[in-house]
């Protein structure tokens, strides 16, 4: 594929265009949660996010003058320090105005021109910055296209108004907006044969079912979701092979998967399977047998959810344990073994206080119980040698 020639104009205080990093530490997220069990989901972390981010370049906001576009009522005001602005070429204020009535955007031109190659148009995106921004003082630019090829015009971009009683803020050298140089739109749609169809079809079921065997990194976030990198190491196979590559890969993976879930067995026999894998810290094969059997045989076994909650907790998960042995206890609430696991699952999350509730629990099950009296005991001996609060 051919390199593209993008060239560009700049006039006034107009600052140079440049390619987008996936700024880590900012919108792109903290760089302190890997990809690693109990980590927060990050922007930075999903391929597809981050490859739309830095696809195309950014626009950046030229003026030492910082400016904050706010709705008081309904009205936009535009504030700015004057002061901070030396004066020479044009002025923030002539740049920034009211679109026509009814307003519910403002206008920013941009003293930027940018020509696009024969066949091309330049499209303005909001900046990804503005998917990630919590502060919501990030401005959402609105989507346009323009044919730069030709048009000589410098560019304007337009911005959705902030709610009532918000603003947005332009600070120099922050970017303002995504632009992107793509084909001038020539296309048909057309609906795919029978046999693409069920060739699609099939691989979106097999890459589904083998996604944590096809990636090279699993991990449970610390809402107890799983991700993976399966989308990555996808792309890189097309990259080195194309399609057959992927293939490759996916036919590759969902063997690997039939050997790790046999067909056929029961599901204690199941369940066997999943313990010595759980034994072994074979824990992404633990995960797949144990969810086909929740997924896809029994999904109310209560002892499938006791070994999710062990493998959630082996795999450095403690709150999808938790949950996990929560589900097993409300599933066989009489069973005694549950209740005590529950009990110790909650003194290793620091909450004696769910811990003491299911062994009295048990008691009451079988008030024989020794091992929920002794706990019992010791947090009660716990409990009378704690200093009192103040």
């Known amino acids: 594929m051919a390199k593209l020639d993008i060239k560009y104009r700049l006039e006034g205080k107009a600052l140079p265009p440049r390619p987008i990093k996936v700024a880590i530490g900012d919108w792109g997220g903290s760089a302190d949660w890997k990809k690693e069990h109990g980590s927060r989901p990050e922007a930075w972390h999903c391929p597809a996010f981050t490859d739309a981010c830095i696809h195309g370049f950014e626009l950046l906001y030229q003026y030492e003058t910082e400016l904050q576009v706010l709705n008081v009522n309904g009205k936009i005001e535009f504030r700015w320090s004057m002061d901070k602005e030396p004066g020479e070429g044009s002025d923030p204020r002539r740049d920034f105005v009211y679109t026509h009535p009814p307003a519910i955007d403002y206008l920013f031109s941009t003293s930027l021109d940018i020509q696009v190659p024969p066949g091309y148009v330049l499209r303005i995106e909001p900046h990804p910055r503005f998917y990630r921004d919590e502060t919501e003082t990030v401005a959402p630019a609105v989507c346009g296209q323009v044919q730069t ?190 209740r005590l696991d529950m009990a110790s699952l909650y003194l290793l999350v620091k909450r004696p206080d769910l811990a003491r509730q299911e062994l009295q629990a048990a008691l009451a099950i079988d008030p024989s119980c020794a091992p929920a009296r002794q706990l019992l005991d010791q947090l009660t001996a716990r409990s009378s040698d704690a200093p009192p609060s103040n």
């Open 149 to 338: 090829d030709w048009w000589p015009k410098r560019l304007f971009v337009v911005f959705k108004n902030p709610p009532p009683g918000q603003r947005h803020i332009f600070r120099k050298g922050e970017p303002y907006a995504q632009a992107l140089c793509i084909p001038r739109d020539d296309f048909s749609l057309t609906e795919m044969t029978p046999q693409e169809r069920d060739a699609r079809r099939k691989m979106e079921e097999e890459v589904l079912l083998a996604k944590s065997l096809i990636a090279r990194r699993v991990w449970v976030s610390s809402e107890n979701v799983v991700f993976t990198d399966y989308y990555a190491v996808l792309a890189r196979a097309f990259a080195r092979k194309g399609l057959e590559g992927v293939n490759e890969v996916v036919r590759e993976s969902v063997e690997q998967y039939h050997q790790i879930v046999p067909p056929g067995k029961s599901v204690p026999q199941y369940l066997e399977l999943a313990e010595a894998a759980i034994a072994k810290e074979q824990f992404i094969e633990a995960k797949e047998i144990l969810s086909y059997v929740r997924d896809k045989i029994d999904p109310n076994n209560p002892e499938v959810f006791r070994q999710l909650a062990i493998l959630q907790w082996n795999w450095k998960v403690p709150h999808g344990a938790v949950a996990a042995m929560q589900r097993a206890v409300e599933l066989a609430p009489n069973q005694l073994t549950f």
